[in-house]
């Protein structure tokens, strides 16, 4: 683990706030092949996760009302400078695009190595926000997992930003059974949830800016980052996939058919049958 | 690091092609071709009967666990009740705990929680390691992050559970990167691998439209959480066991957060986890006169009513009775459900039910793969008819 120092609130400017987002399938249309049991990602559309699009306009608006520069970051395929693009489009001064063979297939305990060390690299971090989860993994555990690699605190399911002073910030956060305010001492990474705020769309002329050669977007590799290949992607993970497949039932369905008076006579009986009524 | 087929030993059985978790294997003139996207995980080498498929890569090597014992399942109590998640995960652990001829046992943080060592031992820990602390009254990540990863490290478990809750999804990843073991997140099946003798934990993933089994083959504990209302708690057993206490030092300045303040939501309880009758609705309902009907239904069964994402979003019902994916889990004795298509991330909450009816106009909705009764009608004519039938019957 690098527990980092960071930049001590006496010394500081302006904020630092960096956003992480992914890049993801949206996951409504993604089917498994009937026939072949396979993922079919011909012609399936990639969006910026929508959770992450709360953080990026979360980050927006405290660069609005409280000055500071906002870093995206992104760790996928080279399609992914997409969501970088967009991103920069909206809100970010810069954006780093974590693309390199070497991370693919990844697990989120690697994941959370190539994004730390990325933030790491970014320097003095006042800030990290992302989406509570991904829509196509749903395992809501990057966020907590950047900050511990970090050593920084997290505060994940945020529905509301309260206050942002030079050294601690107040938000209030979802619980199972209601919700809680809560304030932390920067620096420290939230992931926020849908309800945090209505995330605003680029306007043509910045996206068109933000797609311009100049454009404030780099592109790391593993070299970049220095990491060792052993450390990321597939080879870095804990975890491995043994297997995909559609999931299935076993029910025998038995279709009860005849007219109204009649199918509702067939599902009674039946009922009545099993003793469920 | 690469993997390659040898075009010549194919044989075109497509087996590799099913087995690739990354879908990176496509068919070309009747022969096994790997695309870009092959992260080299290896998966299709051994499924290869042909020994047509080739890697330079050096197979990782396993490390030594066999200190590892023990499964644990971290309860989650709230204002000094347990959460029923815990009693499901000991109910699995139990079964694990069989194959694996190891104890379970169970971790429970709080303030003043005494009252829960006999219910945790009742339902089937038979260590119980408790950390009692004024700092741990309410959850914060920090304080509780600090206690059990040096209970894990002190007692060295070979399994780690954790309920898919809220805190459960918070917590976990912060202790996985603290002790470096692999978490699974949210998984709906448990089971233990008779060969390697290491947990198979399986999730849905892509929105539900994909299952994927997962092993932790490289490091220890193997951390999963699990999705509530998906496990079944075990019969209660006579109380017996051994309570550890974890003697730790927890300051105020070791926990970065403070709560200001909590509010607790009346959410009126719905009451469907514990629901013998649900029925459900989807788009098909239409209209408050449609809503009412199911109300009206699910009073004649006894039973509650619920709903997929699509209705919640629109305003039919309210969130807390949607099931589904990013809703509840349920496995009533009963679920009708009337004019739902049957998302996958719908069946992914609803399809371990008892019995399960579908009514349906289109005799193609998936809804109709998962039930032991189908309908094929408009369920404005069936759902009102029913209602009848069940009231003449009285």
């Given at each position: 683990?690098?527990a980092r ?5 006496e010394?500081k400017?302006?904020m ?15 089917r498994?092949?009937?026939?072949t ?20 306009e979360?980050a ?17 395929p080279?399609q ?6 967009e ?14 063979k070497?991370?693919a297939?990844?697990d ?26 991904a829509?196509d993994g ?23 930003i ?5 050294r ?16 932390s001492?920067?620096?420290v ?9 209505e ?6 002329a ?6 311009a050669e100049?454009a404030?977007?780099?592109?790391w ?6 990491v ?8 870095g993970?804990?975890?491995q996939?043994i ?8 029910r025998?369905?038995e279709?009860?058919?005849g007219d ?18 | 690091?690469t ?9 075109g059985?497509e087996?590799?092609?099913?087995a ?11 022969r ?12 299709c ?15 990782r ?33 139990g ?16 303030w ?9 031992m009742r ?10 602390h ?5 959850y914060?990540s920090d ?6 990863c ?6 060295r ?9 809220m805190?459960g999804?918070?917590?976990a ?15 709906t ?8 003798n ?5 999730r ?5 439209n ?14 999963a ?5 998906v ?7 006579k109380?017996s ?9 927890l300051?105020e ?10 509010v ?8 469907l986890?514990?629901a013998k ?5 989807g788009?098909?309902?239409?209209s408050e006169?449609?809503?009412a ?5 699910a ?8 709903g997929?994402r699509i209705?919640?979003e ?24 009337c ?10 909450g609803?399809?371990d ?7 349906n106009?289109?005799?193609r ?5 998962v ?10 004519d069936?759902?009102p ?8 019957g009285?």
């Amino acid at each position: 683990m690098t527990a980092r120092v960071l930049r001590r609130a006496e010394e500081k400017g302006a904020m630092e706030i960096v956003v992480l987002v992914k890049q993801v399938p949206d996951t409504t249309e993604v089917r498994l092949d009937p026939r072949t049991g396979n993922l079919i990602r011909e012609g399936v559309e990639s969006i910026m996760n929508p959770d992450d699009r709360h953080a990026l306009e979360a980050a927006a608006r405290l660069k609005e009302s409280s000055g500071g520069r906002v870093t995206v970051l992104s760790m996928g395929p080279s399609q992914a400078i997409d969501v970088i693009t967009e991103a920069v489009g909206i809100c970010a001064d810069r954006g780093v695009l974590l693309c390199d063979k070497a991370f693919a297939g990844a697990d989120t305990w690697s994941t959370s190595t190539t994004l730390g060390k990325a933030v790491s690299k970014l320097g003095d971090i006042d800030l990290v926000l992302c989406g509570r989860q991904a829509i196509d993994g749903d395992t809501a555990q990057i966020g907590p997992q950047v900050a511990e690699y970090l050593g920084i605190a997290h505060i994940s399911c945020v529905t509301g930003i309260e206050a942002v002073k030079r050294r601690s910030i107040t938000v209030s956060r979802r619980t199972e059974d209601g919700f809680e305010r809560v304030k932390s001492a920067l620096p420290v990474l939230l992931t926020v949830m849908k309800e945090i705020n209505e995330p605003r769309y680029p306007a043509i002329a910045s996206l068109l800016a933000a797609c311009a050669e100049k454009a404030p977007i780099e592109v790391w590799n593993a070299a970049d980052l220095g990491v060792q290949v052993g450390d990321v992607g597939l080879e870095g993970s804990l975890t491995q996939v043994i297997r995909t497949f559609a999931p299935k039932s076993k029910r025998q369905t038995e279709m009860i058919e005849g007219d109204t008076s009649s199918v509702v006579e067939g599902l009674l009986s039946r009922l009545r049958e099993k003793k469920l009524i | 690091m690469t993997v390659w087929i040898e075009t010549e030993l194919c044989n075109g059985c497509e087996r590799c092609v099913k087995a690739c978790p990354y879908g990176a294997i496509e068919m070309q003139e009747g022969r096994a071709k790997i695309l870009d996207r092959c992260t080299s995980c290896g998966t299709c080498i051994s499924v290869c009967k042909q020994g047509a498929i080739h890697t330079d890569a050096v197979p990782r090597q396993i490390p030594d666990f066999s200190d590892r014992k023990g499964i644990w399942v971290v309860a989650e109590q709230r204002g000094g009740e347990l959460m029923r998640v815990s009693l499901e995960l000991l109910g699995k652990a139990g079964e694990l705990a069989e194959q694996l001829d190891e104890d379970v046992c169970a971790v429970v943080l709080g303030w003043k929680t005494s009252g829960l060592i006999e219910e945790l031992m009742r339902y089937g820990a038979a260590k119980v390691y408790r950390a009692d602390h004024r700092l741990l009254e309410h959850y914060r990540s920090d304080a509780y992050t600090k206690v059990v990863c040096e209970l894990i490290e002190n007692y060295r478990p070979n399994i780690v559970l954790i309920g898919a809750t809220m805190l459960g999804r918070d917590l976990a990843p912060r202790i996985s990167r603290r002790v470096r073991a692999g978490l699974t997140a949210d998984c709906t099946d448990l089971r233990i691998d008779e060969e390697e003798n290491i947990l198979l934990q399986t999730r849905p993933a892509f929105g539900g439209n994909v299952m994927a089994t997962i092993a932790n083959r490289f490091s220890r504990p193997q951390m999963a959480t699990v999705r509530p209302g998906v496990m079944k708690p075990g019969a209660p057993k006579k109380v017996s066991g051994d309570v550890i206490r974890w003697k730790g030092a927890l300051r105020e300045q070791d926990i970065r957060t403070k709560i200001l303040e909590q509010v607790r939501e009346k959410r009126k309880s719905t009451g469907l986890d514990e629901a013998k009758v649900i029925v459900a609705g989807g788009r098909g309902v239409g209209s408050e006169k449609g809503w009412a009907r199911i109300f009206e239904l699910a009073e004649a069964l006894g039973g509650e009513v619920a709903g997929t994402r699509i209705v919640v979003e629109n305003g039919w019902l309210a969130a807390e009775r949607q099931v589904g994916q990013t809703g509840q889990s349920v496995r009533p004795e009963l679920y009708i459900a009337c004019g739902l298509s049957g998302a996958i991330q719908h069946r992914a909450g609803m399809a371990d039910s008892r019995y399960i009816v579908a009514i349906n106009k289109d005799a193609r909705a998936p809804i109709f793969q998962v039930a032991d009764w189908g309908i094929v009608a408009d369920l404005h004519d069936v759902v009102p008819a029913l209602i009848n039938g069940l009231n003449a019957g009285v």
